[in-house]
């Protein structure tokens, strides 16, 4: 028994990823942004990236806490305000692979305009979106991803607003890969992020998580394990359904998979032509030389 | 430094004060900006986005002034020179990010082409009622340098100031000009590259693990490091430590906002910058910035032909303020005439620092046009006898 006890606890696999020296991080147990962090870790290491130039941009809010966490160049930014930043970023520096990481509240709510836009540009980004329904890190107020009938902190008798279907919003903007899966699907997310890397332009992935600590309880959902459970039971993978019909309804059935891969030419390919095109050899580029001082 | 000429367009040239201020951006190393349009700063971003693809950067029009206002900052974490330009209700949409920028000691320029305001006001007409906004607009404890230029030539040379002070001090630069300072066509000389001095970006020579982005240096400025280079910066606009950690504590708090603050008061005298008319033997001292200091200035002339001796001091930096001075001429000078297109800002800072020992009479005007040179010249006229009954809601 006592040489069971006495072995050393096996390294944390993706502890090279993480600033350790942050720990223990601020996210209540059952919480799924841990689990999408994991995956991004793994993703990270099956896409062989350099870790010197993979960029974490977060806002703010629960997820808006990513950035902190990750042993990466990282940004913790304001509220919405992660992809105006992270284009700035990816402008300024075309070599850095620059992902956002945030919330439904921040990517969507307050941040909405900057996301629209982002997508319509096709900037090359890599959007993370971890959708739990919820304002979590105020307490648990409505979002613009509460689905109707929820209870919340600010919608006692149920919300009545009707939520945004992020994957119809992000197409119909311009993404040019977007993707639907929960915390129930690690593999699937990690092979997402994964794709997501290797694809040029702005992709967009949603990950439905647990917030155990307000949106379970308030609405008698169970625990963190309760909410794995709805997702494996109610999920239905399908590839390239189309978004328009993804709508999430309160305990409804959860259409994932890869809705969306295509090609379209990024901001930059864009300006760069249209540049080359009109000024010629007149047109200097943005060399590394003149851009960053 | 001496700025990179890709940038500089040297020569003699016949430019309004916006553009003068693209170029300035262009001389001073700039190569990123990110704007949203309004009136009547717009020229500013279209001379920048048509020269820029020539020397080796980009402008982009970000979806608005919240977005353009934090493009940047991503950019010169990248590496870049970058600012943004705007007018009132673009600038207050900003404010957000001028405290960002301040907490997370980000180097960059924000030009305000002041119009008359509140709100929509007057978005083709000058004004000069974003002074205060200019400095206290976001919330929290911070300090920010602004610069107030009064002819395109100086559009252009306070650019470069801007810039440079920015890298010198890792704050947000405001360049508070106004429609008439940038709808105003004069002659711009621009110097030679060579002749340009510019502050470079303070890199630190530390390897990562010898790092810290907050550790501050002996003027209480850190050093910087640039994106992508493996030092894993983590960057935060929440209270942090000097690894850049947030620290929600009563401690970090004290010790971040302090530094925020101090590194530029106890740098203030390095920054401060006035210039002078006729002040030696001033009995009344004319204190006006941007466009009004070029009125004041005829207005002081007029006194002084009358057998006043009038003087003017006229900051070019307007935050911080030139307090030493004014608290010293408040020790001779018999009263302070302040005209400002608002209705009472920096009169108050002048009240301040004279502290009951000099009168200081605000001349108000709201905005839409200049003040009259003879406005100005009444209220010193009023001035000549002592308690010559100036109105009790004049004299502040």
């Not at chain 1, 309760?226 to 494996?232: F, I, K, L, T």
């Not at chain 2, 018999?334 to 920096?346: C, D, H, I, S, T």
Request: aromatic share 8%.
């Amino acid at each position: 028994m006592s040489s069971v006890i006495n072995m050393p606890a096996p390294p944390n696999p993706v502890e090279e990823f993480l600033r350790s020296d942050r720990m223990p991080h601020i996210w209540c147990p059952g919480c799924g942004i841990g689990t999408t962090v994991n995956c991004f870790a793994r993703a990270v290491r099956q896409a062989k990236l350099d870790l010197d130039k993979l960029m974490v941009v977060s806002g703010i809010g629960c997820t808006g806490r990513v950035a902190g966490y990750m042993n990466l160049d990282s940004f913790h930014t304001t509220h919405g305000r992660a992809i105006p930043f992270a284009t700035g970023l990816k402008l300024a520096n075309p070599e850095l692979t620059v992902v956002v990481y945030s919330g439904d509240g921040d990517l969507i709510g307050i941040g909405g305009n900057h996301f629209i836009h982002a997508a319509r540009r096709n900037v090359d980004l890599k959007v993370i979106c971890v959708n739990n329904f919820i304002y979590g890190m105020t307490g648990g107020q409505v979002a613009p991803t509460t689905p109707v009938s929820a209870l919340t902190s600010t919608t006692r008798y149920g919300c009545y607003e009707e939520p945004f279907n992020l994957p119809y919003l992000a197409e119909s903007s311009g993404a040019v890969y977007v993707a639907r899966w929960t915390t129930f699907h690690v593999r699937q997310v990690a092979h997402a992020m994964v794709e997501a890397f290797r694809k040029k332009g702005f992709t967009f992935i949603e990950i439905l998580s647990p917030c155990p600590t307000l949106y379970q309880r308030r609405n008698r959902l169970g625990d963190g394990l309760g909410a794995m459970e709805y997702y494996r039971d109610n999920s239905e993978i399908r590839h390239g359904a189309n978004t328009k019909e993804v709508g999430i309804t309160f305990q409804g059935p959860l259409v994932v998979g890869k809705f969306v891969d295509i090609e379209r030419p990024t901001y930059l390919d864009l300006m760069n032509q249209q540049l080359a095109r009109t000024l010629d050899a007149k047109y200097v580029g943005c060399t590394e030389e003149h851009v960053r001082s | 430094m001496k700025a990179d000429p890709s940038g500089v367009l040297t020569g003699t040239h016949f430019l309004d004060g916006d553009q003068a201020c693209g170029e300035g951006a262009l001389a001073a190393g700039c190569r990123f900006a990110a704007g949203y349009p309004i009136t009547p700063s717009t020229e500013i971003v279209e001379r920048f986005a048509e020269r820029v693809p020539l020397t080796g950067g980009l402008f982009v029009q970000m979806e608005d002034e919240l977005a353009s206002s934090i493009a940047i900052q991503g950019a010169v974490w990248a590496g870049a020179k970058a600012f943004t330009v705007t007018s009132g209700p673009g600038f207050s949409l900003m404010m957000e990010h001028v405290g960002l920028a301040a907490m997370t000691e980000t180097p960059l320029v924000i030009v305000n082409v002041q119009r008359g305001g509140p709100s929509t006001g007057l978005p083709t007409l000058p004004g000069q009622a974003d002074v205060m906004q200019a400095r206290w607009g976001s919330h929290g404890d911070y300090e920010i340098i602004a610069l107030s230029p009064n002819s395109p030539q100086e559009c252009f040379d306070l650019t470069i100031d801007a810039f440079n002070l920015a890298e010198q001090y890792r704050v947000p630069v405001i360049l508070l000009m106004d429609e008439c300072v940038g709808h105003m066509t004069e002659k711009v000389v621009i110097p030679p590259a060579d002749q340009i001095e510019i502050v470079p970006r303070r890199y630190t020579q530390r390897p990562p693990e010898e790092y810290q982005p907050y550790h501050p240096g002996p003027d209480l400025v850190p050093e910087m490091v640039k994106a992508g280079e493996g030092y894993r910066i983590h960057i935060t606009g929440l209270t942090h430590d000097e690894h850049g950690y947030p620290a929600i504590t009563v401690e970090a708090q004290q010790k971040l906002v302090r530094r925020l603050v101090d590194k530029i008061r106890r740098n203030a005298d390095a920054i401060v910058r006035c210039e002078e008319h006729q002040i030696e033997d001033a009995d009344v001292v004319v204190v006006a910035y941007g466009i009004t200091s070029r009125v004041a200035l005829r207005a002081v002339q007029m006194a002084r032909e009358q057998g006043i001796a009038a003087g003017l001091l006229r900051p070019v930096v307007v935050w911080p303020f030139p307090e030493k001075r004014i608290r010293e001429l408040a020790t001779r000078a018999r009263a302070f005439v302040v005209p400002e297109m608002n209705y009472g800002q920096l009169v108050l800072e002048v009240e301040r620092c004279a502290a009951g020992r000099a009168p200081t009479v605000l001349v108000p005007h709201m905005g839409g046009t200049v003040h009259h040179p003879e406005e100005i010249l009444q209220a010193i006229l009023d001035l000549r006898v002592p308690d010559s009954g100036v109105p009790a809601d004049v004299a502040r």
